[in-house]
Antibody
Framework: EVQLVQSGAEVKKPGESLKISCKGS????????IAWVRQVPGRGLEWMGT????????RYSPAFQGQVTISVDKSIKTAYLQWSSLKASDSAMYYC?????????WGQGSLVTVSS | EILMTQSPATLSVSLGDRATLSCRAS??????LAWYQQRRGQAPRLLIY???TRAAGIAARFSGSGSGTEFTLTINNLQSEDFAVYYC??????????FGQGTRLEIK
């Protein structure tokens, strides 16, 4: 069974750093891309970027380029999304998702709350 | 950049009835369209890919149609668990960065 299991909810202050994770199982991890998708509460889905799990080839959406860093450690089948300095506007649910042409599996989501 | 327009924004339908959701692309995408369902408090899940192919485990009451720029998701015999938000996503370009804005399906 394909699974993407994400790290838990986080509460942070503005200016703090954060790294959330997404662990894949039940499939050949290095054969797929892992995307990160943001969802602000009550809003739609926003594609942030994606990384190929085998060679770490990374593509960022222009809106998120320079705002976040996507990485992967294929030895432990885990992808990451990180911020160096959080803002209140980063408060959202973040999903990882496996894709080739289209997304076929989603993680359960990681809720990030940034508040002073 | 492809723009996707979903309509209506909100659709009210009774249990047991049929729901028809639309997704329009700003340019032709062939059959490279996926539909996702997001129930309240849950992650999205894949329903349809290739505009009309149901994903594994998806009930037969869900069907997709269309090609080019006009696409439809039809849900027959609506069940309580079908009331959710539905998103379309084109994938003729790579990576597939665009999502429609979603249609909320609510109980009438």
């Amino acid at each position: 069974e394909v699974q993407l299991v994400q790290s838990g909810a986080e509460v942070k202050k503005p200016g703090e750093s954060l790294k959330i994770s997404c662990k894949g199982s039940g499939y050949t991890f290095t054969s797929y891309w892992i995307a990160w998708v943001r969802q602000v509460p009550g809003r739609g889905l926003e594609w942030m970027g994606t990384i190929y799990a085998d060679d770490s080839d990374t593509r960022y959406s222009p809106a998120f380029q320079g705002q976040v860093t996507i990485s992967v450690d294929k030895s432990i089948k885990t992808a990451y999304l990180q911020w160096s300095s959080l803002k209140a506007s980063d408060s959202a649910m973040y999903y990882c998702a496996r894709h080739g042409s289209y997304i076929d599996f989603w993680g359960q989501g990681s809720l990030v709350t940034v508040s002073s | 950049e492809i723009l996707m327009t979903q309509s209506p924004a909100t659709l009210s339908v009774s249990l047991g009835d049929r729901a028809t959701l639309s997704c329009r692309a700003s340019q032709s995408i062939g059959s490279n369209l996926a539909w996702y369902q997001q129930r309240r408090g849950q992650a999205p899940r894949l329903l349809i890919y290739g505009a009309s192919t149901r994903a594994a485990g998806i009930a037969a009451r869900f069907s997709g149609s269309g090609s080019g720029t006009e696409f439809t998701l039809t849900i027959n015999n609506l069940q309580s668990e079908d009331f959710a938000v539905y998103y379309c996503q084109p994938y003729n370009e790579w990576p597939p960065e665009t999502f429609g804005q979603g249609t909320r399906l609510e109980i009438k």
